[in-house]
C-alpha cells in the first residue's frame, strides 16, 4: 500500500509551477521533491505523470508520492515483539523495551526496533521503511516515534527541541537532588579516552535538562526530566555530574544488576504535531516495574 498526499488546485493558484505547490502547499522538503521526481508516479496531475515545472489549472489534482518503492534504510525485516501506542499511513509510536536497540549495529543485526517495524510493514502490506526521529539508549524504556516515509521524518526532525515535540522522561536517581527543581545547563562532549561516555566540558556542545523530584524514597528519588537539547547521553550525564546518577548506569553510576539490569530511565510521555493532518497527539507509558520495585520505602543506600 503506497502513501500519496494530494492537494487541488484552487483559483488562487494556477498557473503556479508544481515545484512550488508541492514546496509551499504540501511542505515537501527540495530534498523530498527531488527524490519523487524520478518515480514513475512520483508527481501526478490528474493521474497523469508531470515534471515539477509543470504549470497547473484550477481544480486539477496534484499527487505526490510519499513513500519509496526502493527501501534505503538498509535495515532487514526481522520477527519480534512490538507494543505499538498509535499507528497510520505516516508514523508510529511504540513503547520499547529495556534491552532493544534502536538501529542495528555490531552484534544486532536483526534484532532491533528498525527489524521489528520493517517485519511488521511486510505483514501489514505497507510501503514503508524505517525513518527513526529521534532515539533512546538500548536500556532505555519507552515511547519513541519512527516515520515511514522521508516527508514524515523531515517534518518531525525540525520540531525536535521546539514546543510542538515534547519528550518527558522518569528516571530513578541516588540521592535526592538539590534543589528539588531546577535546569542542568552543561555543555556535553566526547569523555578523554572514550568512543561509548560522554561528559561534560567547557567545549561540549550547548546541553540543558530540566528536572523535578516528584517523590524520595530512603537513597532514592524519582525524577520527571524534560530535554531542551538532545545530546548523546545526556541526561545520563547531566545526573551523574550534579552527583545523582541514575541507578543502575554502568556507565556513569554503579552497576547493580541485582536491583536493575540498566540505567533506571523510562520515556514516559511523547507529545508531537503531527506531520501530515497537524494534530496534537499525546501518548502516556507507564513506569515499568522495574523501576517502580526501586521506590518501595525501605531500599540500600
Known amino acids: 500500500m503506497s502513501r500519496y498526499l494530494e492537494f487541488t488546485v484552487p483559483p488562487e493558484l494556477a498557473g503556479r509551477k508544481v515545484w512550488s505547490l508541492l514546496k509551499h502547499q504540501l511542505g515537501l522538503s527540495g530534498t523530498v521533491i527531488r527524490r519523487i521526481k524520478w518515480l514513475p508516479d512520483g508527481i501526478l496531475l490528474d493521474g497523469t505523470r508531470v515534471n515539477a515545472d509543470c504549470r497547473p489549472r484550477a481544480g486539477q489534482v496534484l499527487s505526490a508520492r510519499l513513500s519509496d518503492p526502493v527501501r534505503r534504510s538498509g535495515v532487514v525485516p526481522a520477527p519480534g ?61 519507552g515511547l519513541l516515534v519512527a516515520a515511514k516515509h522521508p516527508h514524515a521524518q523531515d517534518v518531525l526532525r525540525r520540531q525536535l527541541h521546539t514546543g510542538d515535540f515534547r519528550r518527558r522522561y522518569l528516571a530513578v536517581c541516588r540521592g535526592a537532588p538539590e534543589p528539588a527543581a531546577g535546569a542542568i545547563d552543561a555543555p556535553i562532549g566526547p569523555a578523554e579516552g572514550s568512543l561509548i561516555r560522554r561528559a561534560v566540558r567547557p567545549d561540549g556542545l550547548p546541553a540543558r535538562t530540566r528536572y523535578e523530584t516528584l517523590a524520595v524514597r530512603g537513597e532514592r528519588a524519582l525524577l520527571r526530566l524534560e530535554l531542551d537539547t538532545g545530546r548523546t547521553h545526556q541526561i545520563r550525564v547531566h545526573l551523574a555530574h550534579i552527583g545523582h546518577p541514575l541507578i543502575g548506569d554502568f556507565l556513569y553510576g554503579e552497576e547493580d544488576r541485582a536491583l536493575i539490569p540498566r540505567p533506571a530511565l523510562h520515556s514516559w510521555k511523547l507529545s508531537l504535531r503531527h506531520p501530515i493532518t497537524g494534530q496534537d497527539l499525546n501518548f502516556t507509558a507507564p513506569m515499568p516495574a522495574d523501576m517502580a520495585a526501586l521506590l518501595k520505602a525501605r531500599n540500600e543506600s
Not at 93 to 110: L, R
Not at 117 to 123: A, E, I, Q, R, V
Open 81 to 141: 515483539p512490538l507494543d505499538i501506542a498509535y499507528e497510520d499511513q505516516d508514523i508510529v509510536v511504540v513503547n520499547k523495551a529495556a534491552g532493544v536497540s534502536v538501529h542495528p549495529g555490531p552484534g544486532h543485526y536483526d534484532d532491533t526496533l528498525g527489524n521489528f517495524l520493517l517485519f511488521h510493514y511486510d505483514m501489514e502490506g505497507e510501503e514503508a521503511d524505517f525513518h527513526p526521529v529521534h532515539r533512546l539508549d538500548r536500556g532505555t524504556t
